[in-house]
């Protein structure tokens, strides 16, 4: 008898705890926000060849997250990864920050190894031109920016970065915003530099 009561008081217990799971889980979903997906913006690589955008799902991901790179057959292409757990201005500057790897070339250059001086370059020079192109894209330009650097920084966060990462690239992104051309003069220069290297 009493390994019967110690029996039905573990079963009980583990029914408890899966309950409890089962309401957490819920409340969870229930209070993760979901955001309208933004339409892509116009892109085209540095060869003139259009960008194609694709939303993908990933349920474990904190924040929206962007990656550009050729698919199988060779096109350039910007997977959206998880748009909808982020604002609406903060999928815009990942579109136009992926748009820039393939406005740039990176896409087709050798990758630098991750945290290089390299590829830090080749990522502030990707914020530059989505912030430079939504400052000229958009009508509240000034807003649009704000909630860019408010949702980046939130989000960097969320997985781990440190706070003087975020904050050099905060920095980066309000000082290319205040720069006296246009993204498409910018990338030109980039492109015009690489060249000539």
Not at 130 to 135: D, E, F, G, Q, T
């Amino acid at each position: 008898m009493k390994h019967i009561l110690t029996f039905l008081t573990f079963c009980g217990f583990e029914t408890m705890l899966l309950i409890a799971f089962a309401t957490c889980t819920a409340a969870a979903q229930e209070t993760t926000p979901s955001y309208a997906i933004a339409s892509p913006p116009v892109c085209q690589n540095n060869k003139g060849e259009p960008v194609r955008f694709e939303n993908q799902m990933s349920p474990k991901a904190k924040s929206a997250a962007g990656m550009a790179r050729r698919d199988d057959k060779g096109m350039p292409v910007i997977y959206r990864f998880a748009y909808a757990k982020s604002p609406q201005s903060l999928q815009q500057f990942i579109d136009r920050h992926e748009c820039a790897h393939h406005q740039t070339g990176d896409i087709d250059r050798p990758h630098p190894p991750r945290n290089s001086p390299d590829h830090m370059m080749n990522e502030s020079i990707a914020d530059c031109i989505a912030i430079l192109r939504m400052r000229d894209e958009t009508t509240d330009s000034q807003t649009q920016i704000q909630n860019v650097t408010i949702e980046l920084r939130q989000a960097m966060a969320a997985v781990g970065f440190p706070a003087s990462t975020i904050d050099s690239r905060i920095s980066n992104i309000n000082n290319c915003a205040q720069k006296a051309t246009t993204a498409s003069d910018f990338i030109k220069a980039i492109l015009d530099h690489r060249a000539a290297n």
